[in-house]
């Protein structure tokens, strides 16, 4: 996940929101993987499965950072809180000693299930729309274009296996 928009010169503007969030995402992930510095990253806004995690009341309306790797081959699905760009549970990994099955229902859709009995479900877009931050209506959205290109070819080649 890099920033091809520079912040303007004042610090203000889309440029600036962009690697704002992409900075925001990047420490949901860096925080809870040890090694997080060999990881790809891209961000899913509509996902869904088995993500579990601390919470409590209503639901969170979750994303996640998802990092990948081609050498050795991984997943690593760390969901987020859209609203507060927070970590919303535990991040889980999927990797050849685990991966039972990888599917591409409908383009940049995503299914990955493990041995365990554990299933995600992701969409890939070029432009992540995520929730308002509190006291705003606007939603906010991250580009990754280049990013969800390069994910989607990782996942095609994982689906391949």
């Not at 940049?108 to 009995?117: E, I, K, R």
Request: charged share 25%; glycine share 8%.
């Amino acid at each position: 996940m890099s920033s091809q928009h520079p912040p303007l010169a004042d610090g203000r503007g889309r440029a600036a929101s962009d690697a704002a969030l992409k900075a925001a995402l990047h420490r949901v992930f860096d925080r809870q993987i040890p090694n997080y510095a060999s990881y790809n990253l891209v961000c899913a806004a509509e996902a869904g499965g088995m993500l579990d995690g601390p919470f409590s009341g209503t639901p969170t309306p979750r994303g996640v950072v998802l990092g990948y790797r081609r050498q050795p081959i991984e997943l690593v699905i760390a969901p987020f809180d859209r609203r507060t760009l927070e970590a919303a549970g535990r991040p889980w990994t999927v990797d050849l000693t685990n991966l039972a099955y990888a599917a591409e229902p409908s383009p940049g859709a995503f299914d990955v299930g493990t041995s365990t009995g554990r299933e995600f479900s992701f969409t890939i877009r070029s432009l992540c729309q995520l929730d308002p931050a509190e006291r705003s209506t606007a939603p906010r959205t991250l580009e990754q274009e280049d990013d969800a290109d390069d994910f989607t070819a990782f996942m095609r080649d994982l689906c391949a296996l």
